[in-house]
T-cell receptor, first 112, second 118 residues
């Protein structure tokens, strides 16, 4: 089984709706990174969470890490077409960000 | 954030030829860079860790003689796919490790290179 599971695999939401993407690790994380990728392009850093219970927000995107540091959620409020893309979580199990393990990704489509 | 470039962005080659992909950190020095491979609708798979001035560290199952990595300077790492075959067709992404001096370091990713082997 995968060390890092992401759900859902894909998501279609209407513009203006909220959505949540989950990332679950089979073991304790040192850190959890969220990235966004447009098809055929590189990854754009969104947020990094390190402390249990930590929550960070940037514009309409909020990410949380649970107290046990094994699960993270990414929440988008009032989604827009610009939010469409692939969202990837990356787990740091070493504490150095030098070897990230990536989740399977969530493909988000936002309809008008 | 810091910028990492990759060249070329797309390459099409014939089976049996070798292809070199460059990864550059444009505004910071990176002693460590990473090479990933991404299959359609799949996640990123770490292929190897590229260390400036020393040999790359390859992940299990990745052939080091097939995927040659050279990290000759603090801003450049290259990946050469030798004797490419159609099964090597993929999206290759590099990243550079930025040592921030803060509580966490960060990987900055290049835009990727799409390799198609005919």
């Amino acid at each position: 089984s995968q060390e890092l599971e992401q759900s859902p695999q894909s998501l279609i939401v209407q513009e203006g709706k909220n959505l949540t993407i989950n990332c679950t690790s089979s073991k304790t994380l040192y850190g959890l990174y969220w990235y966004k990728q447009k098809y055929g392009e590189g990854l754009i850093f969104l947020m990094m969470l390190q402390k249990g219970g930590e929550e960070k927000s940037h514009e309409k995107i909020t990410a949380k890490l649970d107290e046990k540091k094994q699960q993270s959620s990414l929440h988008i409020t009032a989604s827009q077409p610009s939010h469409a893309g692939i969202y990837l979580c990356g787990a740091d199990y070493t504490g150095t960000a030098s070897k990230l393990t990536f989740g399977t990704g969530t493909r988000l489509q936002v309809t008008l | 954030g810091a910028v990492v470039s990759q060249h070329p962005s797309r390459v099409i080659c014939k089976s049996g030829t070798s292809v070199k992909i460059e990864c550059r950190s444009l505004d910071f020095q990176a002693t460590t860079m990473f090479w990933y491979r991404q299959f359609p609708k799949k996640s990123l798979m770490l292929m190897a860790t590229s260390n400036e001035g020393s040999k790359a560290t390859y992940e299990q199952g990745v052939e080091k003689d097939k995927f040659l990595i050279n990290h000759a300077s603090l801003t450049l790492s290259t990946l050469t796919v030798t004797s490419a075959h159609p099964e090597d067709s993929s999206f290759y992404i590099c990243s550079a490790l930025f040592i921030s001096g803060r509580a966490y370091n960060e990987q900055f990713f290049g835009p990727g290179t799409r390799l198609t082997v005919l």
